[in-house]
């Protein structure tokens, strides 16, 4: 897990381009739930962003099934 301190999501997403794409969004109250996915590395990055003063972002590495699992869980 790495933490990311004084990035804005919008920044991160300009950052790490990469060949990674947006597959997963979801927000809650201060909250953002981002899941990327790296087509030929056939990696899940999970990300949680948090816009408030400072900003943080957590970024995982996950697998297939916890992405599939967390897409599908219901609220």
Do not use: Q, W
């Amino acid at each position: 897990m790495k933490l990311i301190k004084n990035t804005k999501l919008t920044n991160y997403n300009v950052l790490n381009k990469m060949d990674k794409r947006k597959i997963f969004s979801i927000g809650y109250e201060d909250l953002t739930t981002l899941i990327f996915y790296h087509d030929k590395k056939n990696k899940f990055i999970l990300v949680i962003a948090k816009e408030d003063d400072p900003p943080l972002i957590i970024e995982k590495k996950i697998s297939r099934a916890e992405a599939f699992r967390l897409m599908n869980t219901r609220r």
